[in-house]
């Protein structure tokens, strides 16, 4: 066995003493088991009949053969050199790789010409690269693209020639023109790393949704508005958000959705819907602040539900922002009621501000500014102690007056108060119970005459005072229906001038009240009505008092910013005053 092993294994190795080991590769010729002349028998019958395939991009592709170029292999003696440089006896060893031996020539012309007839290489069916890039806002997507770059089919032909080139002489059958690097590059790549990173922040910016509760109006803040005030730089890849066009848009809700100082509808507990223009009540935006908000959301992609930030707030959201709790306030029948989640709590009587003296209580819708017990109304020469102090227009409130033993009718009209709402106490206790910071009161004058019937939501009635303390039904010319009001010019309406210390907006320190003379106990019983310097009761031809002006309210301890108005409350608009006439003997 071992001789005939050793016999075997000689005679193989005499085999490969003139034939390639099994494995060898010339070129891209498979020679293993060869001779010298049989590998090239094998390549020359394989050039007789060589042809080029060329594949170019977007499935295009052309063909090269031998013949249209005049192509000629000529082979040199490496074939027997690879064969001579063998050692038989070591064929186990398995063949190597060696290049083709081959020289190439062909006509350069011809190949030029062929080369420009290929669709390929045609200038006109080129097309030439384009970077990757950032597109426009999608809508539907709700973001920007990042759009892949276009690598075009220019080729370069010089690359493109010597590869081609190459493949002939290694007689290869195929080749591909991508792989061999032979077009023009686009600059840019979609995976760019500061493209990416741009397109990410532009992402994140539109991918932001605030959804808000505009006191009872839904508003979204999404990409859809938001890439309008991005300014984008693609060049150097900068994006800001405009400032000014968000503040535009929080400017633009605050318009449409606030109610702070606007008309707004009332259907008093008559039963009339009224248009109450003035008062400093309603919702209404910080716009700076939200403007501000707005823009760190945006910057933060992010995705919330808020209410935006307030100067001013309401009693209630939606149309109806004074909602089912109130104080209601009829200046013209000098009638109060107080609702509370739509229930009648109370009504009852007041006197209001003097019109005679220019201090008519103002119309408006306002909310309570606080509430305090105990609190002492001075003014010159006088301090009046109140249990219970609800201002809610600057200084001018609602009060119990325990010096006036009268209430309502046309008392106001001569001497009525510097411009509060004065009230029994019982009532006012009840009304101190129930209100709070915030509530809202609402104050208004409207025609009526005769024995009007006053009609609550809760459809109680009672019959008003007598006619002829109704405002307006008087047809002396000389009686102050309290529709013009006259009042002092610098201080706004209903405000009263003092000289308290701390004023603050919306009123000038000072509108407590001077306890009315003849109906302090110890002087002439009077009718609310009578002469501040003699008590006597008013006898229709008296001149009009001059009272000194208050001068603040003080406030027990415990009570908060007694001294001059408190502060953030709007200051009421003016009205220029006019000319109070003179009245007449027999005026009421």
């Known amino acids: 066995m071992i001789s005939l092993l050793f016999m075997s294994y000689l005679a193989v190795s005499l085999f490969f003493m003139n034939h390639y080991y099994p494995g060898t590769m010339i070129g891209e010729f498979s020679c293993g088991g060869l001779t010298a002349e049989g590998a090239k028998a094998l390549i020359e019958e394989r050039a007789g009949n060589y042809q080029l395939v060329i594949i170019g991009r977007e499935e295009t592709e052309a063909t090269l053969t031998a013949s249209e170029i005049q192509l000629q292999f000529q082979l040199d003696d490496t074939l027997k050199d690879i064969v001579n440089r063998q050692n038989g006896f070591a064929w186990l060893s398995g063949g190597g790789q060696y290049d083709l031996p081959v020289t190439v020539s062909y006509d350069e012309g011809l190949l030029n010409e062929r080369l420009s007839d290929m669709l390929i290489f045609q200038r006109s069916h080129m097309r030439k690269p384009s970077n990757a890039y950032i597109g426009e806002y999608d809508e539907e997507t709700g973001s920007y693209p990042l759009v892949a770059e276009d690598r075009g089919t220019m080729i370069n032909r010089q690359k493109a020639q010597t590869a081609i080139v190459q493949a002939i002489e290694n007689m290869e059958e195929t ?61 150097k890849q900068i994006v800001s958000i ?37 008062g400093s009540y309603g919702w209404r935006v910080d716009r700076n602040k939200e403007t501000e908000r707005l823009l760190k959301l945006i910057r933060a992609g992010s995705q919330v539900n808020r209410e935006p930030e307030y100067l001013y707030t309401a009693a209630a959201k939606g149309e109806n922002d004074i909602g089912d709790s109130y104080v209601e306030i009829n200046l013209s029948a000098q009638h109060l009621y107080l609702y509370v989640k739509g229930e009648l709590i109370t009504e009852s009587d007041f006197v209001s501000g003097s019109v005679a003296r220019g201090f008519a209580t103002p119309d408006g819708v306002y909310s309570l500014t606080y509430k305090t017990r105990n609190a002492t109304l001075r003014g010159q020469g006088y301090a009046s102690p109140v249990d219970f102090w609800m ?35 019982e009532e006012a206790e009840k009304i101190y119970e129930y209100v709070d910071k915030g509530f809202p009161v609402v104050c208004y004058k409207e025609e009526s005459s005769g024995n009007s019937i006053k009609k609550n939501n809760q459809g109680n009635t009672n019959t008003q005072t007598d006619p002829a303390q109704t405002p307006g039904a008087v047809d002396d010319p000389n009686v102050l229906p309290g529709v013009v009001v006259p009042v002092d010019p610098n201080t706004g309406i209903g405000v009263v001038p003092g000289v308290g210390t701390e004023p ?9 009240e001077v306890p009315v003379p003849g109906t302090v106990p110890g002087e002439i019983p009077g009718n609310g009505a009578g002469d501040p310097a003699t008590g006597q009761p008013d006898g229709g031809n008296v001149p009009v008092p001059v009272v000194p002006p208050d001068q603040g309210v003080t406030g027990q301890p415990g009570a908060e910013g007694m001294t001059g108005a408190d502060p953030g409350v709007v200051p009421a608009p003016a009205v220029t005053p006019e000319p109070i006439p003179a009245p007449v003997p027999g005026a009421q």
Not at 504 to 512: A, D, Q, S
């Open 391 to 425: 201002p809610f227009n600057g200084n001018i409130g609602m009060h119990d007056a325990s010096w006036r033993r009268q209430f309502g009718g046309t008392i106001y009209l001569r001497n009525g108060s510097h411009g509060c709402v004065n009230l029994p106490r």
């Open 504 to 512: 603050g907006p919306g009123g000038v320190p000072g509108t407590g």
């Open 242 to 278: 405009n400032a000014e066009g968000v503040r535009e848009y929080i400017n633009s809700l605050s318009k449409k959705h606030d109610t702070f100082g606007k008309a707004r509808e009332f259907r008093t507990s008559e039963g009339k819907l009224i248009t109450i223009k003035t």
């Open 175 to 235: 080749i591909l023109l991508d792989e061999a690097g032979c077009y023009t590059e686009p600059e840019i790549s979609q995976d760019n790393e500061a493209l990416v990173r741009f397109c990410s922040r532009l992402n994140r910016f539109v991918s932001s949704r605030i959804v808000y509760d505009w006191h009872g109006m839904e508003e979204v803040v999404d990409g859809n508005l938001i890439h309008d005030w991005l300014d984008i730089d693609r060049e």
